[in-house]
């Protein structure tokens, strides 16, 4: 818990910041730090850049139902983002039956006016996601493609408030999802309002029975109910995941909930008109929803772990023990496609796939230090913590080789650079839990002599930091969390006298990788879109978004 003269803020002592803070080398620094910021946010002349948070916590709503039916543009462009939204195959998109959402897509094109507002809310958020994909892989940036994202997240505001979301009813959840994840994508650090938003899409879940698995109510058809299941899996894994990133327990327990794991099929295994379920498909069978069954195991004992860590009582270490063998047990299960290859072995596997195995491999390695970061503490120097120590600094060193890994193949050329739109801001607060990890158990080995820091581990520790050093000074101009990062490492290891490294210099030291170690818009508006810059028609848009856009 930090106090400020403005304030409180929490977070748990497995977040990142938490791990930070009990380093004293920094916490007098970043006390005061932390305090000047507050008060400059208190300030009643101060003025947030960006807006004060997700656009449906604070969005007055003046438009109408014609007004956001002319916002939509011309079919031709809208085609290409639903394709775009559908081909992604994230998270956001398996909760939607591509053949359903195809036949209702067919429908409002033939009447708009009869649509409801949910669905064209659930529209305009595949849009504004399809926008954002293109935005994070545009070589040049387009600034028009951002203000279009912004102007799909104002309309699926608009869409939700207009059709009183609060009351459920269907495409409602499906909405929020992709709001909640367009928000995410536009968030560069953790954001107390995507947690509250998260809270209400929770809530909405729950007093829509989706936490009950289906099977239990005989008016739901085999179709809704395995869509409810995706849904569910879905909410989870966000809760789970923004959680984390917050420091926070998450929100949703596994004894409150029956609902099943979904099935691996394909949407064209099944329909509205399906009168019993195909059996799952087996798990050599690579399907649209095969990487969210596997996150969702690793997520089901993530869970777990987050639960005992967030308990106030003390657990005994059998416990730790325990989930731990089931973490790795949960990992050795894998479908074959998501179990780690070096990018050496898996010069044939879609980039998709690799960074999919990347985000679970750093899943493992996140949950490995929320069981074992305790046992790092002076106070539990005996032999029998031994292995939590070690899995605790292991985990924490893969964590920063796979931050190297990523952002050396999302450049120009790289294995993962047709990807790099997957990159969302949740997983910077996985690497900021491994390098304050490695600062922490540094400073240890420093001042306890009983901390065993063998010559090699320490020389490999200081080139993760240093080489993670770069990396860190080229996000800080963009997310406060890498500014903080900065500073850290600066003061730790004199990274910023001794390397003098700017945002713009990518070198870095002795490369260690996994590898090496195992608004009424008119059709003139979108003449960009469609390949002709008009610059009035880019001023006009801008003005429409405000303060919406930093000004």
């Known amino acids: 818990m930090r106090m400020y003269s403005h304030g409180a ?10 791990v930070l803070d009990s380093i004293s080398e920094l916490k007098d620094h970043y006390e005061k730090e932390k305090e ?10 101060y003025i947030s850049r960006d807006g004060p948070g997700p656009r449906l916590l604070y969005e007055p709503v003046q438009a109408t139902r014609a007004d956001i039916l002319a916002s939509i543009p011309p079919r031709s462009v809208v085609d290409r983002l639903v394709s775009r939204y559908f081909n992604a195959h994230g998270v956001a998109s398996v909760v939607l039956h591509s053949g359903k959402f195809l036949r209702e897509y067919e429908s409002f094109w033939q009447d708009p006016d009869v649509t409801p507002l949910a669905w064209i809310g659930l529209l305009f958020s ?11 892989t545009e070589e040049p940036a387009n600034p028009d493609t951002l203000v279009r994202a912004h102007v799909f997240r104002e309309r699926t505001v608009h869409c939700l408030i207009l059709g009183e979301f609060t009351r459920g009813g269907a495409h409602v959840l499906e909405t929020m999802i992709n709001y909640c994840a367009s928000e995410v994508f536009m968030c560069k650090d953790a954001d107390t309002g995507v947690w509250l938003l998260l809270g209400m899409l929770v809530q909405l879940a729950l007093s829509l029975g989706y936490h009950r698995d289906p099977q239990n109510f005989l008016n739901i058809s085999p179709f809704t109910g395995e869509m409810r299941r995706r849904m569910w899996a879905a909410i989870m894994q966000i809760d789970l995941r923004i959680a984390s990133q917050m420091g926070l327990p998450r929100l949703l327990k596994s004894q409150q909930c029956d609902t099943l794991e979904p099935r691996n099929l394909f949407d064209s295994d099944f329909d509205e008109a399906t009168l019993d379920l195909p059996p799952s498909r087996p798990e050599t069978e690579v399907t649209p929803i095969l ?3 596997a996150k969702n195991r690793i997520d089901g004992i993530g869970g777990l772990i987050s639960d005992l860590i967030a308990d106030t009582r003390e657990h005994p270490y059998r416990e730790i023990m325990e989930l731990d063998r089931k973490l790795q047990e949960v990992d050795a299960l894998l479908p074959p496609i998501f179990r780690w290859q070096p990018l050496n072995q898996s010069l044939m596997v879609p980039p998709q796939i690799v960074l999919y195995r990347i985000w679970l491999k750093l899943a493992v390695q996140r949950l490995t230090i929320w069981l074992h970061r305790k046992y790092l503490a002076p106070s539990h120097a005996q032999v029998r913590y031994k292995y939590s120590r070690n899995a605790c600094v292991q985990a924490a060193m893969k964590i920063l080789e796979f931050q190297q890994l990523i952002d050396e193949e999302t450049q120009p050329g790289g294995q993962l650079h047709p990807v790099r739109w997957m990159l969302t801001p949740l997983i910077q607060s ?21 901390v065993p820091l063998d010559t090699d581990t320490d020389a490999k520790i200081h080139t993760l930091l240093r080489n993670s050093y770069p990396l860190w000074l080229r996000s800080s101009t963009i997310s406060r969390e890498a500014r903080e990062a900065v500073e850290h490492l600066s003061l730790m290891l004199g990274l910023g006298s001794k390397q003098g490294v700017s945002p713009a210099d990518e070198g870095l030291v002795h490369p260690i990788t996994p590898q090496d170690s195992a608004i009424s818009l008119d059709q003139v508006t979108w003449d960009a879109y469609q390949g002709n810059n008009n610059t009035r028609e880019s001023l006009f848009m801008l003005d429409l978004l405000g303060v919406y856009v930093g000004t």
Do not use: F, K
């Open 9 to 18: 803020n929490y977070v748990s002592s497995v977040h990142w910041a938490a």
């Open 36 to 45: 000047e910021e507050a008060s400059m946010l208190a300030s009643a002349a």
């Open 126 to 136: 595949i849009m504004c996601l399809a926008t954002q994909c293109q935005q994070m």
């Open 291 to 293: 990487y969210n069954l």
């Open 430 to 450: 996985t690497y900021l839990l491994g390098m304050s990890v490695l600062c922490y158990y540094v400073q240890l080995a420093r001042r306890t002599p009983d």
